[in-house]
């Protein structure tokens, strides 16, 4: 069992930065991809960015040339820096993180989210 702590939402004003950051932590043999999701109120849960254990990312359409993620191995840690954030960025955030079982099947683990507010 894997488990994920998210930390670094807040109430932020339009145009504003925040740096959110997903520790993992448990039964850690090796993690393959980490990334961040994201569920409005009223929405569907969706793809923000992802990072695959060889460094190659994902993107939502949204959020490139404004988010970044990076991930720290050795600490089992993904970042997210969110810059030029908008109002429709509102939502928790969600930290996955996927690890194969003995087996070879892909378990997810996802943290308990955090909230980002964006003020117009």
């Known amino acids: 069992q894997v488990q994920l702590v998210e930390s670094g939402g807040d109430l932020v004003q339009a145009g504003g930065s925040l740096r959110l950051s997903c520790a993992a932590s448990?039964?850690?043999?090796?993690?393959?991809?980490m990334g961040w999701y994201r569920q409005a109120p009223g929405k569907q849960r969706e793809l923000v960015a992802t990072m695959a254990s060889g460094g190659s990312t994902n993107y939502a359409d949204s959020v490139k040339g404004r988010f970044t993620i990076s991930r720290d191995s050795a600490k089992n840690t993904v970042y997210l820096q969110m810059n030029t954030l908008k109002p429709e960025d509102t939502a928790v955030y969600y930290c996955?993180?996927?690890?194969?079982?003995?087996?070879?099947?892909?378990?997810?683990?996802w943290g308990q989210g955090t909230q980002v507010t964006v003020s117009s």
């Open positions: 996955a993180a996927d690890q194969k079982s003995l087996t070879g099947t892909i378990l997810r683990s």
């Open positions: 448990g039964s850690i043999l090796r993690l393959d991809a």
